[in-house]
């Protein structure tokens, strides 16, 4: 309550929420900005889920709309990973870079922004002659009467424009975000990913409603069979508290860490600053964050994507494609295997790029300080590398039980309407959890006191 009243208070923090607000607002409408000869209802029934779902997730149903931010925020956030890499002695001027500080960030960021805008162009182009092949079409009548009007073939000149159209709404994107980020609270690549997931919410909860209890318009294609009974009810309330204490629980765990307790060796001088002074370095237990979620989900979507698109629809190609869902579809037993394998093994390869032992150890050494019981140097290291393994097993288990509820939970209950768990409420807590520390730092008073008195 306490830090509530302070924000309230500071009329700083109150500017940035604002912000921050009209942002979401913006980012909003634009979701609802179809690009022109786009028929959107065409393929509606793609994103119900998978990698697809999970896309239109996170950009509050641009892409089922097609609009203009379809892409949303997710090349920039892809280049960034991709970057991210490149900078472990892979490309040697890019590690140079990181080591320069305030002037090599700068210049990642700048290599990142036009690397996401390429991403992008490609993206577009690739998606837009995806969703055009899905067999619905996505183009409007007048476009293709257009293109091939007098047995010409102008198709390239749709998807050239189509392709400008969408990179251009994601560099919008990348300035929103950065100017949410300088004026805003928060990350702003962050925080619109963020507000893409809360926007979708209330039609989770509309459609819970339709489903348990009332669909006068017969919105959806299945219902509950009590519909509006008193068991309608009881599982509507189920399936929020569902939902309540996943959510609590994700919050629980983002915040737990393991802390390795240091210290620091005895430091000349006057007998008053003597002795020894304590501390820890912290390791979280999700310390991989959403990310080995979407990389399984990437490379499980991928190659049944690719078969979809290319492949005819004799009987060879219809049995190769059934043989291809019993293995990449993570409803499935095989693939439910396949990509709980897949989370375990981008857990531990993005934990270790994150925290490096064998730097955490050489800083250590330089710090004058050590590990209660451990040698300094490759003890020291291994030791770390000890702990940081089994804590991204666990880490690991959690992520596979986090992702496995959305599954679990439509068996259980039945429908998909109710996303309980998954990637959304990794995101949305850890961005959360991020954001409260930036706000509570921001409403601390400034108050210094001088040395003499």
């Given at each position: 309550?306490?830090?509530?009243?302070?924000?309230?208070?500071n009329?700083?923090?109150?500017?940035?929420?604002?912000?921050?607000?009209?942002?979401?607002?913006i980012?909003?409408?634009?979701?609802?900005?179809?690009i022109?000869?786009?028929?959107?209802?065409?393929?509606?029934?793609?994103?119900?889920?998978?990698?697809?779902?999970?896309?239109?997730?996170?950009?509050?149903?641009?892409?089922?709309?097609?609009?203009?931010?379809a892409?949303?925020?997710?090349?920039?956030?892809t280049?960034?990973?991709?970057?991210?890499?490149?900078?472990?002695?892979?490309?040697?001027?890019?590690?140079?870079?990181?080591?320069?500080?305030?002037?090599?960030?700068?210049?990642?960021?700048?290599?990142?922004?036009?690397?996401?805008?390429?991403?992008?162009?490609?993206?577009?182009?690739?998606?837009?002659?995806?969703?055009?092949?899905?067999?619905?079409?996505?183009?409007?009548?007048?476009?293709?009467?257009?293109?091939?009007?007098?047995?010409?073939?102008?198709?390239?000149?749709?998807?050239?424009?189509?392709?400008?159209?969408?990179?251009?709404?994601?560099?919008?994107?990348?300035?929103?975000?950065?100017?949410?980020?300088?004026?805003?609270?928060?990350?702003?690549?962050?925080?619109?990913i963020?507000?893409?997931?809360i926007?979708?919410?209330?039609?989770?909860?509309?459609?819970?409603?339709?489903?348990?209890?009332?669909?006068?318009?017969?919105?959806?294609?299945?219902?509950f069979?009590?519909?509006?009974?008193?068991?309608?009810?009881?599982?509507?309330?189920?399936?929020?508290?569902?939902?309540?204490?996943?959510?609590?629980?994700?919050?629980?765990?983002?915040?737990?860490?393991?802390?390795?307790?240091?210290?620091?060796?005895?430091?000349?001088?006057?007998?008053?600053?003597?002795?020894?002074?304590?501390?820890?370095i912290?390791?979280?237990?999700?310390?991989?964050?959403?990310?080995?979620?979407?990389?399984?989900?990437?490379?499980?979507?991928?190659?049944?994507?690719?078969?979809?698109?290319?492949?005819?629809?004799?009987?060879?190609?219809?049995?190769?494609?059934?043989?291809?869902?019993?293995?990449?579809?993570?409803?499935?037993?095989?693939?439910?295997?396949?990509?709980?394998?897949?989370?375990f093994?981008?857990?531990?390869?993005?934990?270790?790029?994150?925290?490096?032992?064998?730097?955490?150890?050489?800083?250590?050494?330089?710090?004058?300080?050590?590990?209660?019981?451990?040698?300094?140097?490759?003890?020291?290291?291994?030791?770390?590398?000890?702990?940081?393994f089994?804590?991204?097993?666990?880490?690991?288990?959690?992520?596979?039980?986090?992702?496995?509820?959305?599954?679990?939970?439509?068996?259980?209950?039945?429908?998909?309407?109710?996303?309980?768990?998954?990637?959304?409420?990794?995101?949305?807590?850890?961005?959360?959890?991020?954001?409260?520390?930036?706000?509570?730092?921001?409403?601390q008073?400034?108050?210094?006191?001088?040395?003499?008195?």
């Amino acid at each position: 309550m306490e830090t509530i009243k302070k924000i309230f208070t500071n009329k700083e923090v109150l500017k940035k929420i604002a912000f921050t607000l009209f942002i979401f607002l913006i980012f909003k409408l634009l979701t609802k900005v179809t690009i022109p000869l786009v028929d959107q209802n065409a393929f509606a029934n793609a994103f119900e889920g998978g990698f697809l779902g999970i896309a239109n997730s996170i950009s509050g149903g641009a892409l089922r709309n097609y609009s203009v931010v379809a892409l949303g925020i997710s090349p920039y956030i892809t280049a960034s990973i991709v970057v991210q890499l490149l900078q472990m002695d892979i490309v040697p001027f890019l590690k140079e870079w990181s080591e320069e500080g305030e002037v090599g960030k700068k210049k990642i960021a700048r290599l990142t922004r036009y690397l996401a805008i390429g991403l992008a162009f490609v993206q577009a182009i690739a998606m837009t002659f995806a969703f055009d092949n899905i067999g619905a079409g996505l183009f409007t009548s007048q476009a293709t009467d257009w293109a091939t009007q007098g047995g010409r073939n102008l198709w390239f000149i749709v998807y050239f424009y189509i392709a400008v159209v969408l990179t251009a709404g994601t560099a919008l994107m990348i300035w929103l975000a950065d100017q949410l980020t300088i004026k805003g609270v928060g990350n702003g690549t962050s925080m619109l990913i963020v507000a893409g997931i809360i926007i979708s919410f209330p039609g989770t909860i509309v459609s819970l409603v339709q489903y348990y209890i009332a669909d006068p318009n017969n919105a959806l294609q299945s219902v509950f069979a009590n519909q509006g009974s008193f068991s309608g009810y009881v599982l509507f309330g189920v399936s929020v508290m569902m939902f309540i204490l996943v959510l609590v629980g994700i919050t629980y765990m983002q915040i737990a860490v393991r802390k390795v307790p240091i210290q620091y060796a005895n430091r000349p001088g006057s007998s008053k600053f003597r002795g020894k002074s304590e501390s820890n370095i912290p390791i979280k237990l999700n310390t991989a964050g959403v990310i080995p979620v979407i990389f399984a989900s990437i490379i499980l979507s991928l190659p049944l994507t690719v078969i979809g698109y290319v492949s005819g629809n004799t009987a060879g190609t219809s049995r190769a494609m059934n043989w291809f869902q019993q293995i990449f579809t993570y409803t499935e037993p095989i693939g439910f295997v396949l990509y709980v394998l897949l989370i375990f093994i981008f857990t531990f390869f993005y934990s270790f790029i994150l925290i490096k032992p064998e730097q955490i150890a050489e800083n250590l050494n330089k710090q004058n300080a050590y590990i209660p019981g451990v040698r300094p140097g490759k003890e020291t290291e291994a030791h770390i590398t000890k702990t940081l393994f089994r804590v991204t097993v666990v880490g690991a288990f959690y992520l596979v039980v986090v992702a496995s509820l959305p599954i679990v939970t439509s068996i259980v209950l039945g429908h998909n309407y109710a996303q309980i768990g998954g990637t959304s409420l990794l995101i949305i807590v850890g961005v959360a959890l991020e954001t409260a520390k930036q706000i509570e730092a921001d409403t601390q008073e400034k108050a210094y006191a001088g040395f003499m008195r």
